[in-house]
């Protein structure tokens, strides 16, 4: 059998560049890593400002191969790899950042940690969705705020990435699970489980009609900016808010008056500092055990995107125009 020395890939040579496809040499892989060979790679807002350059907190030096998201098929492990072997189907966030390489490519040496078994019921295109929007909702409701059964749950925009995710994870949690949304967004939201509410009503109004002015157990601000303050007015006493948007300048003072708690969530954080990267892979485990167990699925765009055409998917996010996740074939 002869063995493949190239691959296909997407390089990215200047910030708001066409990506370039080119024949270039397979990564070698370490003994911690495993080759992937690639077939889906997910689209997130974050690629598209990864893409322009304005990403502060995810610079990637170029040239580069983009793309965060993968779900592909184990070609080789590294020596020191017990988790998977050739043939294993994977899912994981494993790379275009920090000049790690990304998934628009034919194959990436992908960090064993970071990965986990692709859910069996999903395919390989509704698996690349899923990483990145999985472990953001995960560490914000499970590893910061603590949630349990019963409690009352806020998301702010229960029908984007992270907020559907989070909506079922906080069901399959057998939490009360309410979502902020346009009218248009309703629909969508109710299909996940979650109460709806407008996302125009005022805090006291919603806060009152849902909690008998109590206020919600654990608030996750998705959105950023206003909604974060908003957050802090929505939090019940000694309750916590978390967000996974928090840029700005707020003012703590609600949040103070109820004796409440806010966490933020860095998802890169492990990829970009190798800290704590075994737990994504936990994470992932955890959401193919929800997938597998119908609790869990991702919303995704049926439009379908190649490398030649990663250019309409971004166009796409930039302005909003999309119904889910974007996935790339590869």
Known sequence: ??????????????????????TI??????????????????????????????AAHARHPLPAIPGID???????????????????EVYGMTGGVGGVQGSLAEFAAVDADLLALKPANLSMREAAALPLIVITAWEGLIDRAGLNAGQKVLIHGGAGGVGHVAVQIARAFG????????????????????IFIDRDSPVEAYVAQHTGGRGFDIVYDTVGGKVLDASFEAVRRFGHVVSALGWGTHALAPLSFRAATYSGVFT???LLSGEGRAHHGEILMEATRLVEAGKLVPLLDPRRFTMESVGDAYALIRDRATNGKLVVDV
């Open 1 to 22: 059998m002869t063995t493949q020395l190239t691959m296909r890939a997407g390089v990215l040579e200047a910030h708001n560049g066409p990506l370039r496809l080119s």
């Open 25 to 54: 040499s397979r990564p070698e892989i370490g003994p911690r890593e495993v080759l992937v060979r690639m077939r889906a790679s997910g689209v997130n807002p974050l690629d598209t400002k990864i893409h322009a350059g304005t």
């Open 70 to 88: 993968l779900a592909g098929i184990v070609e080789r492990s590294g020596s020191e790899v017990t988790r998977f072997k050739r043939g294993d």
């Open 175 to 194: 939490a009360d699970v309410f979502a902020t949304g346009s009218a248009s967004q309703r629909v969508t939201i109710e299909a996940f489980g979650a």
């Open 268 to 270: 890169l954080l492990p």
